[in-house]
Each structure stands twice: as structure tokens, then as C-alpha cells.
């Protein structure tokens, strides 16, 4: 992260990464502000006092589009609601990189549309997030996609709108099957790490394109 291992460095980026797993971790029986609140004594700093916890819960709730579920208790949100909740509780900290698993798996379209939107909402936030996620549909709201072939070797990264020209599919789900065939992951492996878009990481972050080039060849 910026050049830093954070195997290495752990409890320095406590407060700097978030990671929103794909099950949700609550206790149904709390409301979702009683759940942010402990949430927030945990994540923010010890000395905080209540009118600042409030605050950041407050903020939290805002931020994920929950207001006026403040009392609601857990149990009785819709799977979309859980999951802002679940991301409430990272955003309680502030972080400068959110790291979501497969945040919208079991929605309903229109929830999967509105998670999406909440994700880019929050990108432009001073939060870079990162999504993890094999749906298609909404991948439009995207800034930039990372396509991973068989073995995490990357075979694309760019715009989502320059994608599927890129894999000469009509439909992006199609990407997924090319990408199962070793030929076609080492062919993809190649094309990306010679196409304009790495060149121009390359030349701004020498280090991690010589680093990101050699794992995929590994």
C-alpha cells in the first residue's frame, strides 16, 4: 500500500484499510445505530468522547443512505440494508481504501443497482474502494476493472467501457469463459502487460508494474 508491505507493517494500516467480508458480521438484536455505536467505540479512538462517537455514527449512517433506520433492529433489515450496515461499520474509521467481497451476491437487481451506486458514491469520497465480484450487470459504474484469468494472473485492467472490445465479446459474462482456457489467460497475459494502458502505469509506478509483471508470469 503506497510502496509498504502490509503483511509486514499491520497495525499501521488499522485505521487506513477497511474490509467489508461477504457475510455480514452483526447481532441481529441490536438496532443498527446501538450496532455502529459499540462498533464506533471499538474502531475510534479511546479518548473519544460521546458527543464525537455520536457524531461519527451519525455521519456513518448518513454516509451508507440508512437514515431514519437508526432504531430499526438488525434482524428485521433486507439483505441490501445489512450490507450497508456492514459498511457502515468500516467507514467509522475512516478509511483510505475499502476492500468489499462480493458486496452485492444474493441482491435483487434494483439492490444490486443501488449497492453499486452506493460504492461509486463513496469512491468519490476520498476512499478508493475496491470490489471483489463476478456480477456483470452494473459494472458500468465502475472507474476501472481488473480481469483475473485462471490463477490471478491479470489479463486486463482499463475502463469497463473499453473491455469487451478487448476480449472481442458481445456480452462481458462471456469474458469469464475465455479466461478458463490457459492459452487464452497466458494470450490476454501478454496483450495486457504490452497494451498502452500498463505503459502508462508502468511509467508512473515503475516498481509495482515490474513487481505486478513478475507475479503473473510466476
Given at each position: 500500500?503506497?510502496?509498504?508491505?502490509?503483511?509486514?507493517?499491520?497495525?499501521?494500516?488499522?485505521?487506513?484499510?477497511?474490509?467489508?467480508?461477504?457475510?455480514?458480521?452483526?447481532?441481529?438484536?441490536?438496532?443498527?445505530?446501538?450496532?455502529?455505536?459499540?462498533?464506533?467505540?471499538l474502531?475510534?479512538?479511546?479518548?473519544?468522547?460521546?458527543?464525537?462517537?455520536?457524531?461519527a455514527?451519525?455521519?456513518?449512517?448518513?454516509?451508507?443512505?440508512?437514515?431514519?433506520?437508526e432504531?430499526?433492529?438488525?434482524?428485521?433489515?433486507?439483505?441490501?440494508?445489512?450490507?450497508?450496515?456492514?459498511?457502515?461499520?468500516?467507514?467509522?474509521?475512516?478509511?483510505?481504501?475499502?476492500?468489499?467481497?462480493?458486496?452485492?451476491?444474493?441482491?435483487?437487481?434494483?439492490?444490486?443497482?443501488?449497492?453499486?451506486?452506493?460504492?461509486?458514491?463513496?469512491?468519490?469520497?476520498?476512499?478508493?474502494?475496491?470490489?471483489?465480484?463476478h456480477?456483470?450487470?452494473?459494472?458500468?459504474?465502475?472507474?476501472?476493472?481488473?480481469?483475473?484469468?485462471?490463477?490471478?494472473?491479470?489479463?486486463?485492467?482499463?475502463?469497463?467501457?473499453?473491455?469487451?472490445?478487448?476480449?472481442?465479446?458481445?456480452?462481458?459474462?462471456?469474458?469469464?469463459?475465455?479466461?478458463?482456457?490457459?492459452?487464452?489467460?497466458?494470450?490476454?497475459?501478454?496483450?495486457?502487460?504490452?497494451?498502452?494502458?500498463?505503459?502508462?502505469?508502468?511509467?508512473?509506478?515503475?516498481?509495482?508494474?515490474?513487481?505486478?509483471?513478475?507475479?503473473?508470469?510466476?
Amino acid at each position: 500500500f503506497d510502496g509498504i508491505d502490509t503483511r509486514g507493517n499491520r497495525n499501521a494500516f488499522d485505521a487506513v484499510l477497511g474490509y467489508v467480508p461477504q457475510k455480514d458480521i452483526m447481532h441481529d438484536e441490536l438496532t443498527v445505530e446501538q450496532s455502529l455505536t459499540y462498533t464506533a467505540k471499538l474502531r475510534i479512538a479511546r479518548d473519544a468522547t460521546r458527543t464525537e462517537i455520536k457524531a461519527a455514527v451519525a455521519h456513518a449512517i448518513e454516509a451508507v443512505d440508512l437514515t431514519g433506520r437508526e432504531k430499526t433492529l438488525i434482524s428485521q433489515l433486507s439483505g441490501g440494508q445489512k450490507k450497508r450496515v456492514s459498511i457502515a461499520m468500516e467507514l467509522l474509521a475512516s478509511p483510505r481504501l475499502l476492500i468489499l467481497d462480493e458486496p452485492t451476491s444474493g441482491l435483487s437487481p434494483d439492490l444490486d443497482r443501488s449497492m453499486m451506486e452506493l460504492c461509486r458514491k463513496l469512491s468519490h469520497e476520498n476512499c478508493t474502494v475496491l470490489m471483489v465480484t463476478h456480477n456483470m450487470s452494473n459494472i458500468n459504474l465502475c472507474d476501472k476493472i481488473a480481469f483475473l484469468g485462471t490463477g490471478g494472473v491479470l489479463c486486463y485492467y482499463g475502463s469497463p467501457e473499453a473491455m469487451d472490445e478487448y476480449f472481442d465479446v458481445e456480452l462481458t459474462s462471456d469474458i469469464f469463459e475465455k479466461l478458463h482456457d490457459p492459452e487464452q489467460v497466458e494470450y490476454y497475459r501478454r496483450k495486457y502487460f504490452t497494451s498502452p494502458e500498463f505503459n502508462r502505469l508502468a511509467a508512473r509506478f515503475p516498481a509495482a508494474a515490474k513487481e505486478a509483471e513478475k507475479r503473473c508470469k510466476a
